[in-house]
DNA sequence: ATGATTATTTATCATTTGTTAAAGGAAATC
DNA sequence: GATTTCCTTTAACAAATGATAAATAATCAT
């Protein structure tokens, strides 16, 4: 269910609710490779991808690391500083020219107090995350880079154009690897 | 942090809802190997471990694989089933001797429409779940079976008296391999 | 369009992990 | 405490993936 869908579906927002949203929310367009959130930074923006693509990544041993993407309508936050306060060594970045909705954490907190709907609504939100995060773990645990590869091309309608070393390093392997897990499909 | 400490620290349940949260709250006692949870049933049920330790399990393949380790203090739930409603193929199992506290998700998730600040304790917890959750992926994504098992070791004091085969599926590798792994730490 | 840069494939060899089987240890049951 | 069952290790070989390098292919900038 994208996120338009879901909002609908909850529909628990009042109007002075979505009113208070708005205020701290903005639009923001980001062009090719273009860096939303630096690496090293706390999270304190909570981004939904209007149109494009964009991914958390961060380095290891020098090489860059996908460990998330979003695609249309999806959320998209660096969960571990989120909801910690403390900085991250992950960052997030448009793969492409991408547009995002950006709304303020410490404001959106506040408003929690004043509108239960409103930490309902997030709530809900993250809890679909959280399930998304374990089906993920599933994935990584016991299944080969083949298996992988595939349910991510059958899952995800939007992996065409996204770099190769991006979804090979997002499926925890080289892009050396996918280039023959690719060769080997046909 | 474990759980009380944690509970301590946010501090934000009032007399009454903490009353309420009683009511619908059960403590059980599993022995060793009991199944807490069928596979195949749906997530009804929020556990913390009191004492002892619990896996959250499934097979694939024929294989038993240990999605989930939960120790004392820990809260644990099939979180694709909780927050979907659906059945999972995931179980419950008492590792050893536990006892362990179970509140009623249907009751729970009622209850947070009366106090505000349940369903926040709640949503504080589960984000802390989410974190975990997404470290894990960190460490299966791109870390080797002996980083990850020495990682393991150093963050958890319990995982002593866990049969190998266990560990080893949670790390994501065979027990073989694991065992290997450990005559290459000596 | 052209040249420069970046992305992808292919090949070769090294390393890690899986598979199977067997043996040795530890623990539970009677 | 003997026996059975379960757990862990070891060994030998197979398969998957990593590392490095080189060759194409595609894209970008001027």
Redesign the interface.
């Known amino acids: 269910m994208d996120l338009f869908s879901f909002l609908n579906s909850v529909n628990i927002t009042s109007p002075q609710a979505k009113e208070a949203l708005e205020q701290i929310t903005q639009v923001k367009s980001y062009s090719k490779n273009e860096i939303i959130q630096e690496i090293g930074s706390r999270c304190k923006t909570i981004y939904f991808v209007q149109e494009g693509r964009a991914r958390i990544f961060y380095y290891?041993n020098g090489?860059d690391?996908t460990?998330h993407f979003a695609f249309r309508n999806d959320l998209i936050v660096r969960?571990?500083s989120l909801?910690?306060g403390k900085p991250t060594s992950k960052g997030i970045q448009a793969i492409e020219q991408t547009n995002i909705v950006g709304i303020n954490s410490d404001s959106l907190f506040k408003l929690?107090d004043k509108h239960?709907d409103i930490?309902?609504l997030f709530?809900l939100l993250?809890?679909?995350?959280?399930?998304n995060?374990?089906?993920?773990?599933?994935s990584?645990?016991?299944k080969s880079a083949k298996e992988r590869y595939v349910e991510l091309l059958e899952t995800t309608n939007y992996v065409q154009k996204i770099p190769l070393k991006h979804i090979a390093?997002?499926l925890?392997i080289t892009q050396v690897s996918l280039s023959r897990i690719r060769a080997d499909l046909q």
């Open positions: 290891k090489n690391i460990e969960a571990e909801f910690t929690y239960h930490e309902r709530r993250f809890e679909r995350e959280y399930v995060t374990v089906k993920r773990i599933e990584l645990q016991f390093s997002y925890g």
